[in-house]
């Protein structure tokens, strides 16, 4: 695998040649010589071949592996039993989705991929906890008055008569929310290297991690004044004072929160359908790479990892302030059936399915809800100790606990069928599959589907992935 | 098996019958009539069989099973995989030894199982918070100078001289050091109704349990002062302060460790070889129930969970002083040399096998050791800080990551085979019962072996199961 860069500087050569080759033909309109000049393309896919197996006897074998079960059964039984005495040595899991798989994270050696999952932890944790810190450096160099000293240009501004005022009030703003905007594609980048098998768990963590990160960054940091590593540490000296410091600040900030509810849901909306973002990184990329950019215009699938987190902070904070200001409920009504409009209409024609979700995000939502549902009942003891109502207080504890304890029923009742394959469905299917006659016909699918992308043979004739179809075309 | 005491009345008095039956046919010495004896016992026994089965019709089935399997394969895979897509609704588990069975438990619907599981903690944890209420209640009662006012015949003690003043000064230690002997059969008879499939399963719960509780009201009770739930709270409302206070209370405390170390080497160890609590038990039950109790002088098993919690303390006042108060380590080893032989001597000559345990607390005994390694460190932490050299204090911490971590690894590594029969093993171990041809034999064992007790048949010539068996015969 660490030859692929070699045959991916053939292919875009061979098409190059290929693309001048059709132009020539067309002009000319010759049949005899287009079938001389696939003969060659032909001689030079056996070549690519010949190369493809010569790479894979050099290159010492990965010790992974996709094996074919004839049923799902067997499948299901290999992947949920512990086959050898040493753990570690033989480790059995449910293949993904063959679209879904992650080639790159597959050539990690599992002995090292724990240091991989600790360095992605790590950072992502540096990264939500001294957030704050580039964000306030950057605040404070942006300023419109040392943007006019270094950028002569921006003195336009204040030829509209009004514009620099609104842009010195909301430049910082502007800046944390760009920054805010960026983080989850960070998440998303670091989450690539923690050696997740499919893409779709790379995504799931990218998820969790931008979800905390919101929490923190957005949630506690607005709640509580002082940076995150004040208030993380203030927490652990004193953990008995947390919910009332919680309590009286988060009343404080009933107005704040129904002020970001509206922005996020007029600005966030309305920027996922423009998806400026997008058009500014085709922008970037077709003048900084060339035209070759422009060539391949992909769809995009949902980003999950943007999302999800975003609307779980409402969640959370619509919970948290349920009771404090319920007056912030039909504003996060508004919100939500925005949202639904928009993301209908988003899923239905803007995005791709590039591989099913199979509703594995739902436990992670769940646990989010979780966090929320917990956090209002902090805030409630807190608040009701601040009211003088200790009886009040005291009784909302055996609520909190039978919180963590319904969650803890969950995690047995409905997590397992997130992660292993009942058998008896892998039996009843087996069985449809059989009076269908369709068994044959699967395994034949399932052996040409998980052939890894280096080795699959190059055909110039048939056109690419439905995935990377452009939608008009460009020609 | 609610009706079980039902036939439990029938059998006593059967036997009684055949005693007598026995006693005159030895007078008479008839052949002819012994015989027909032996053929009404048959009938008898019949009788019961009868009842037994009338019985299993009528009560409603119990959702719990044995399922034999022909190859150890096969139990295997389905032990580890989830059957039903409903997780709860089928749970399958590797079955317990047929003499470790615990039948009275498998009658426990699995729907109210947690609850009992939860009565079993917090009574386990109320027990351990609230342990020195009785003692000192009873200590305060059970004085000398109140003790002869109750209870005149105890003047007879003044008669020697010297005796009353060691009394006195005893007296509270002997019915602290006797409500803590009495705990680990309490713990055992709570972790009894706490639902386990089998023995060794409650053993290990119960050993958990006494762990915690010698680890709360030995360590820490003589480690700091004040009440143990004073101390919880303190530690919640100020974890930062806990290492310092630790650490400066360890080393005061360095002198009565070693006390309590050879106290507890000489007269624990001693206690173990004379059985006197054994011995008064036996006393008061032959002088209470009448001489039925005498006729079965059961052989016991080791009480894993009074010796291995005992021990593991001692480890962790090992290790927790091994810096502190290195002298203390000489005292320590006397100890273990000491258990050693007392004990290899209790196992080899005093002791029955009544299941094997098959290594199953190693994954316990390693978490003690773990906890006495952390808490060493926590000490660590806090002494230096106490000698003001921040540096080591800080370069300490990580330490106990990395202790943290490497427990992660071995939950990884490690402990997997102690829940999971892996395929390999199972595969390997059919193979050679193949070979020699065991596995018939096997088969037709482990049908008979896994006999609900109401109804295995009722044979009066044969002797009873080897564990019961009394060493010396009492004729």
Known sequence: MARMPHIGAII?????????????????EDAVKISLQEEKLQLFCEKIRQLQHEIVIKEQELPVAFVIFKSRWGA???????????????????????????????????????????????????????????VTAVQGIAKFEKLKKWFPPAMAVELIPGLSSILTGYLPSVILKGFIYIVPFAMFGMAKLGGCISKSKEEIKACNMVFYFLVGNVFFLSVLSGSLL?????????????????????????????????????????????????????????????????????LYSLPYFRIIPMISLSVLIGMVYAVVAPLLLPFLIGYFCLGYVVYINQIEDVYDTVYETCGEYWPYIHLYILIAIILMQITMI???????????????????????????????????????????????????????????????????????????????????????????SSS
Chains 1, 2 share one sequence.
């Open 76 to 134: 299901a039984l290999a992947a949920q039993s512990q086959l050898h005495s040493h753990p570690l040595l033989w480790i059995t899991k449910m293949a993904p989705e063959p679209r879904d798989v992650s080639w790159r994270s597959l050539a990690i050696p599992y002995r090292i991929l724990p240091l991989y999952k600790i360095v992605v932890v790590l950072s992502a944790s540096l990264l939500t906890i001294f957030f704050a810190i580039p």
């Open 230 to 298: 004040d208030e993380i540490g203030e927490s652990f000296t004193h953990p008995k004072s947390f919910p009332s410091r919680l309590a009286s600040s988060v009343s404080a900030q009933a107005d704040f929160f129904i002020t970001y509810i509206l922005t996020d849901g007029l600005s966030g909306f309305s920027f996922e359908i423009l998806q400026p973002g997008l058009l500014i990184w085709h922008a970037i990329k077709s003048n900084t790479f060339g035209r070759r950019g422009e060539k391949n215009p992909y």
């Open 382 to 472: 807190g608040l009701f100790g601040l009211k003088a109502k200790p009886a009040a207080s005291i009784s909302t504890i055996p609520l909190l606990l039978f919180t963590l304890m319904f969650n803890e029923y969950c995690k047995k009742r409905f997590l397992p069928s997130f992660h292993h394959y009942s058998i008896q469905n892998a039996v009843e299917n087996d069985e449809l599959d059989v009076k269908s006659g369709q068994m044959e016909v699967n395994h034949e699918n399932v052996i040409n589907a998980y052939c890894p992308p280096c080795l699959r043979p190059v055909n110039f004739l048939e056109s690419d992935s439905s995935s990377k179809q452009p939608l008009v």
């Open 12 to 28: 875009p050569w061979i098409l190059l040649q290929y693309l001048t080759l059709v132009e020539v033909l067309t002009a000319r």
